[in-house]
């Protein structure tokens, strides 16, 4: 058993480690670094925000900024990249325990935002010199927030069928079209965007990805609100935009392998298995001392809580296991598909579990009502539950094709 549990989670130094999966010294060390330095520099208005989600992310923008450059000069900001761009170069384990560190004390995952999560890993691939040069030091200071123009009314998890348009004039692109769910674009200076170059080639082959000034002439940015009444994401019209040639990365109608390059940086969702621990325990905590204490009692509720204790803990090896592949070199497929479906699951069903908690009090705005409502956008960013299912069963279980 153990043999098998070693070779399945090969990522401690120490034998005996691996089964408990306690750190080695140098990880130990590391880990007290991370911790020592969140005690010292983090905003105290900022611990815990993690765990609320993008509408905490976007109403503490200013502590988020300072703690960002608290990042920044540390040479934290962004730990994936090679350290030549700027990047903390940090291996997989030690990215992994930084984000454990900053989970457990509910700081945000990440406070560079796609600029250091998706544009700039892609640009250190596949940019020009020149774009590296102008766009890299700016994500890396902050000084830019950046959007992603992916998803249509008509493209989401059939993404390589969108429609707007860029058609080349000279040394310039004009683009027409529509995007929709663009997280920040309200706030954002510049936007990563797929485009259709070529109507006639087969659709994943007529695709190019552009970077776009969002003060260009031509973009109107429209909130939409969610159902929790927060406006964190929105519609963006093109009409007749123009961007230069030279904001193209990679060729003209190979976009799409541009745009998919970034899942290589993408890390487990440990940031989100630790949140719903700390959630849960929040939870326990009121249900033990808070104004519910009776209502701990009932059986339903004890059961309830007993049953997304296990599941937590489920969540915290399925993220294990995306680490370990990912510290031996492997890239995640299905087992990353595994664990998003299921800890987006049951973060909705932890938020079911507080509205039970809370009773009438769950009909108000509070932390509960908030906390349900954002819960059901989980199962759909990031890829759905149905795509992730697919995923599962086409790569994982070899079924075939519906
Ligand atoms: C909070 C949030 C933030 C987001 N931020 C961004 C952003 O910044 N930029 C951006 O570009 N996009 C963003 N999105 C959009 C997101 O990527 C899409 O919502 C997602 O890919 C699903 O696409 P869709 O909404 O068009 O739904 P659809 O793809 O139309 O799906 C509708 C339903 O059909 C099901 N379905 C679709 N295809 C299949 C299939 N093959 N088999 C079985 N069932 C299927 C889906 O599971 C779903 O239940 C965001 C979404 C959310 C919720």
Redesign the pocket.
């Given at each position: 058993m153990r043999e098998r549990i070693r070779e399945r989670f090969d990522f401690t130094e120490a034998a005996d480690d691996m089964v408990t999966f306690a750190d080695s010294e140098r990880e130990a060390a590391w880990r007290r670094e991370v911790r020592e330095f969140i005690q010292k520099e983090a905003p105290k208005e900022l611990l815990g925000a993690g765990e609320l989600g993008?509408g905490a992310f976007f109403s503490r923008l200013g502590a988020i900024k300072a703690w960002r450059d608290k990042l920044a000069q540390k040479g934290w900001i962004a730990p994936a990249w090679p350290k030549e761009y700027g990047g903390a170069g940090l291996s997989v384990v030690e990215q992994f325990i930084m984000n454990e560190e900053f989970a457990e004390a509910g700081l945000p995952a990440n406070v560079g935002g796609f600029g250091v999560t998706m544009v700039g890993p892609t640009l250190i691939v596949h940019g020009t010199e020149e774009q590296k040069a102008e766009h890299l030091p700016r994500i890396l200071k902050g000084e830019v927030i950046w959007?992603?123009?992916?998803?249509e009314p008509g493209?989401?998890?059939?993404l390589a069928s969108l429609q707007t348009r860029a058609v080349r004039d000279g040394d310039e692109y004009v683009i027409n079209g529509q995007?929709i769910?663009?997280?920040g674009a309200q706030f954002a200076d510049w936007m990563y965007m797929l485009v259709r170059t070529d109507p006639d080639a087969p659709k994943h082959r007529g695709i190019t990805y552009l970077l776009v000034d969002m003060k260009t002439p031509g973009i109107t940015v429209r909130p939409l609100t969610t159902l929790a009444g927060t406006q964190?994401?929105n519609e963006v019209f093109f009409e007749d935009v123009r961007v230069p040639v030279k904001n193209r990365v990679g060729e003209e109608n190979r976009g799409w392998y541009v745009g998919t390059t970034t899942l290589d940086f993408e890390r487990s969702s440990i940031g989100s298995a630790i949140g719903i621990r700390k959630n849960l325990e929040s939870l326990l905590q009121r249900a033990k001392e808070g104004k519910d204490a009776s209502f701990a009692r009932s059986p339903m509720l004890r059961y309830e809580f007993a049953d997304r204790w296990i599941e937590a803990e489920v969540a915290r090896m399925l993220s294990y296991r995306v680490v370990s592949l990912q510290a031996r070199g492997l890239i995640p497929n299905y087992e990353a598909s595994m664990c998003k479906l299921f800890t987006s699951e049951l973060q909705q069903r932890i938020a079911n579990l507080s509205m039970h908690l809370f009773g009438m009090h769950g009909n108000i705005r509070n932390r509960a009502s908030m906390g349900y409502m954002m819960s059901v956008?989980a199962t759909?960013?990031?890829?759905?539950?149905?795509?992730q299912r697919?995923i599962i069963a086409t790569r994982g279980l070899s079924l075939p094709r519906g």
């Open positions: 993008e959007c992603q123009g992916y998803s493209a989401g998890s059939d995007k769910w663009t997280t964190t994401f956008a759909i960013a990031g890829g759905t539950s149905e795509i697919n």
